[in-house]
């Protein structure tokens, strides 16, 4: 191993001598500087290969003293500027990104970076945001500096996080002479953000592998973007950018193109498509975008994409999705009544997706032939490792077997949401992980009986076996709840029954006692409760708007009174009804 290693160096120095002669002939032959020639020269690319093993970390930690103290990011952010700066063996692929983690745990089980707070954003989602831990010092080739410390930085740093509270002419004008940069981190400080990035700043700056203008009041890339060939990471989310440049489709190694929370933004240029090296495309697709970009089955190797808007015509139908094996996470196509043929459908093929954990597949409007709707429907089936699943606004007549198929062991949340016009609920009770079932709006819905509960009869044991939180919300034509035996939903611990004006009795005599909280709203006809105690192990019972079973459980005066009297917290119709003391008041 040492001897391989001194090997590797003296070919190192026999390369870069070779580049240096070939420079200094190319200076004499013009009498000008021609580092453009050097970095496109093959030996160059050969010396700024990808470390070795074990020199990764230290590159790792170098490259995290770039952040101030107390500036925080997220894990993935982190991630993929360590990928974009060419970090790991591109021939791992996709898995680039899962080594990349690795060592982030790493490093975080060594303190090197530690969680700093949840950061909501503008979503429900929570993530944990980290900095940097103050034992990494700052590197001569891992800047972050002040403004007014600008001009007296060493003009060969090569990564460079400027911190400035006024991003005038005057600082563009200094970074113009930085000339070697890979890194540009543009980090504005309480005043007056950056409006306008000059047209020329591209021109000088070429060697850019990242470029960060993220939460600057910028409304536009100028075209000449188009030189920074060798850019991997380009963030301009949270701008007032409405649009990109055409002249972006010349990024051919942009990597991740972040777009996040642009409020004006509207419309990706089909150049888009000539992306081709892109991972990580981060927009709110479905909230931003009215169609899709021409061709975006040409990207190949996305990971990040969280929504496809199919369209009609080649280029934009459901076949631009068949080779888009790599994406992961959570993901919705939307627009599903696009697809106009059965053979159309298998072409999606969701099957060969086994990273994506999340689904929603949603329709915006009904299909003339219904017969054809399910069909395609039943082609949809994802694959097995799927944990999440949505389906929104579905008018078909009945939903696809698979379903109701155990091969689903991993899934543990199924939403449905105004699927209309099915008359019943697809069989879910012998799904083994399944946690949190949501179903909203399902107008159609007459009755929940066995089927619910057990597919063709060949459900062996517990329905729901694993079943936490159940919400029926919105079923103005359900009537009857039969089909639950004794011993079914062993593990419920929430029930909430919402706007089912006509539902006359809720199966309660085989609900378990593991329930906890019980939920009854706007239920006009319900009057059937158990003949029995409620379970001694029901923490709350809600009760609101159900005119006969707020008469029954009056207290004291009610005639179903001693069966909940016991229960911590009742509450019907906004008044507590609790007979248990406050045990926080003062005697």
């Known amino acids: 191993m040492k001897i391989n290693r001194i090997f590797r160096r003296v070919s190192i120095l026999v390369i870069a001598t070779r580049v240096m002669t070939t420079y200094f002939k190319e200076l ?234 642009c409020l004006n933004f509207y419309s990706l240029p089909d150049c888009t498509s000539k992306l081709i090296n892109l991972r990580h495309l981060d927009l709110d697709i479905l909230g931003q975008l009215t169609r899709m970009p021409v061709g975006m089955g040409n990207l190949t190797s996305l990971q990040t994409l969280k929504g496809f808007i199919l369209g009609k015509g080649k280029g934009y139908d459901a076949r631009e999705l068949k080779h888009l094996t790599d994406v992961c996470g959570s993901f919705c196509i939307s627009r599903l009544e696009n697809i106009s043929s059965v053979e159309q459908a298998r072409e999606v093929d969701m099957s060969n997706k086994k990273h994506i954990n999340k689904l929603e597949l949603q329709w915006q409007r009904r299909q003339d032939d219904l017969a054809l709707l399910d069909e395609i429907f039943e082609c949809l089936q994802p694959h097995s490792s799927l944990e999440e699943l949505q389906i929104s606004f579905y008018e078909g007549s009945r939903f696809p077997t698979w379903m109701s198929n155990s091969y689903f062991s991993n899934i543990v949340s199924i939403t449905l949401f105004e699927c209309k016009s099915s008359s019943y609920l697809p069989s879910l009770g012998g799904l083994p992980s399944l946690k949190y079932l949501f179903l909203f ?39 009857k709840w039969t089909g639950v035996e004794n011993g079914d939903f062993p593990c419920l611990l929430r029930l909430s029954v919402l706007c089912c004006p006509k539902l006359i009795a809720v199966p309660m005599l085989s609900f378990p006692n593991s329930l906890k909280v019980l939920e009854i709203s706007d239920c006009d006809e319900l009057q059937s409760f158990p003949e029995v105690k409620l379970s001694s192990k029901l923490e709350s019972l809600y009760i609101a708007n159900c005119p006969l079973v707020k008469n029954r459980f009056l207290k004291t005066q009610g005639e179903d009174w001693s069966k909940i009297e016991h229960i911590h917290s009742i509450v019907i119709d906004n008044v507590e009804m609790s007979s248990k003391p406050n045990m926080g008041q003062d005697h």
């Open 28 to 261: 004499k032959r013009t009498g000008k500087h021609c580092y453009k020639a050097l970095d496109n020269t093959s030996e160059v690319a050969l010396i700024s290969q990808h470390p070795k093993l074990e020199e990764l970390p230290y590159c790792l930690i170098c490259f995290c003293s770039l952040f101030p103290p107390n500036n925080e990011f997220h894990r993935d952010t982190l991630i993929r500027l360590w990928v974009a700066q060419g970090f790991f063996d591109p021939k791992l692929g996709r898995k680039m990104e899962a080594v990349a983690n690795e060592h982030f745990e790493d490093m975080f089980k060594k303190k090197f970076i530690v969680q700093s707070r949840f950061d909501i954003g503008m979503g429900v989602t929570r993530r944990m945001k980290y900095k940097v831990d103050n034992i990494i010092v700052p590197t001569s080739s891992y800047l972050w500096v002040q403004e007014a410390e600008l001009s007296s930085t060493d003009r060969e740093v090569q990564h460079l996080l400027l911190l400035s509270k006024n991003f005038d002419e005057a600082t563009f004008k200094t970074l113009k002479s930085f000339r070697r940069l890979r890194t540009l981190i543009l980090f504005c400080q309480n005043g007056d953000s950056i409006k306008r990035v000059p047209y020329d700043l591209f021109l000088k700056l070429q060697h850019l592998r990242t470029l960060d203008l993220h939460a600057t009041e910028i409304s536009e890339l100028p075209g000449y973007i188009c030189y920074l060939s060798s850019l991997h990471y380009l963030d301009v989310s949270e701008t007032q950018i409405s649009y990109l440049p055409e002249s972006i489709g010349s990024l051919c190694h942009l990597q991740t193109l972040k777009l996040e929370r």
């Open 441 to 479: 709006y399902m107008y159609g819905v007459r009755s929940i009986d066995h089927h619910f509960c057990r597919y063709e009869g060949s459900q062996i044991g517990a329905a729901f076996p694993k079943l936490e939180k159940l919400t029926i919300n919105g079923m103005p034509e359900l009537e």
